[in-house]
């Protein structure tokens, strides 16, 4: 069940009112997943918009048949499948249910819709959409600088 209580939980939600989270509620669904269940795979069509209730995702690039790398981990009350929020786009990564998990789904064609028809709205959705995408990418960055330092080759450089 997608209660207001449960989505008032979902932090990119946590700066909108009651009455702009009730807009959404309609379109909200509540799916279940599996341990290993993939929500979705690089390169499909990014149509839908995801929101974890309960459990641990992962978000994995296969490099190789043989190689997967684990590139984030999305834990309850953070949002993933942000690509669905972009005209003909597709998602950049697999996401895997590290366990079971609780997942709320909107289409993005329906929250980009409810987002356009209040502005303010909009605007508070995006301004903290850009605020949790500033915060993964100073992650990753500091990911590849700290593997960049380590790396044997770059030693003698630094």
């Given at each position: 069940?997608?209660?207001?209580?449960n989505?008032?939980?979902?932090v990119?939600?946590?700066?909108?009112?009651?009455?702009?989270?009730?807009a959404?509620q309609?379109?909200?669904?509540l799916?279940r997943?599996e341990?290993?269940?993939?929500?979705?795979?690089?390169?499909?069509?990014?149509e839908i918009?995801?929101m974890?209730?309960r459990?641990?995702?992962?978000l994995?690039?296969?490099l190789?048949d043989?190689?997967?790398?684990?590139?984030?981990?999305?834990e309850?009350g953070?949002?993933?499948?942000?690509s669905?929020?972009?005209?003909?786009?597709?998602?950049?990564?697999d996401?895997v249910?590290?366990?079971?998990?609780?997942?709320f789904?909107i289409s993005?064609?329906?929250l980009k819709?409810?987002?356009?028809s209040n502005?303010?709205m909009?605007y508070r959705?995006?301004?903290r959409l850009?605020?949790?995408?500033k915060?993964?990418?100073d992650?990753?960055?500091?990911?590849l600088?700290?593997a960049?330092?380590?790396?044997?080759d770059?030693?003698?450089l630094?």
């Amino acid at each position: 069940m997608v209660t207001l209580e449960n989505l008032k939980r979902i932090v990119i939600l946590t700066h909108l009112t009651d009455e702009m989270i009730y807009a959404l509620q309609p379109f909200i669904v509540l799916t279940r997943f599996e341990e290993k269940d993939i929500i979705f795979q690089e390169g499909e069509p990014s149509e839908i918009f995801y929101m974890l209730k309960r459990g641990k995702v992962l978000l994995e690039l296969r490099l190789s048949d043989k190689v997967t790398v684990s590139v984030g981990s999305i834990e309850p009350g953070y949002a993933f499948g942000w690509s669905a929020m972009l005209e003909n786009a597709t998602y950049t990564t697999d996401a895997v249910c590290a366990e079971p998990c609780e997942v709320f789904a909107i289409s993005g064609s329906a929250l980009k819709n409810v987002l356009e028809s209040n502005f303010e709205m909009g605007y508070r959705f995006t301004r903290r959409l850009l605020v949790l995408m500033k915060k993964r990418l100073d992650i990753k960055s500091e990911q590849l600088i700290r593997a960049i330092k380590n790396h044997p080759d770059m030693q003698h450089l630094l």
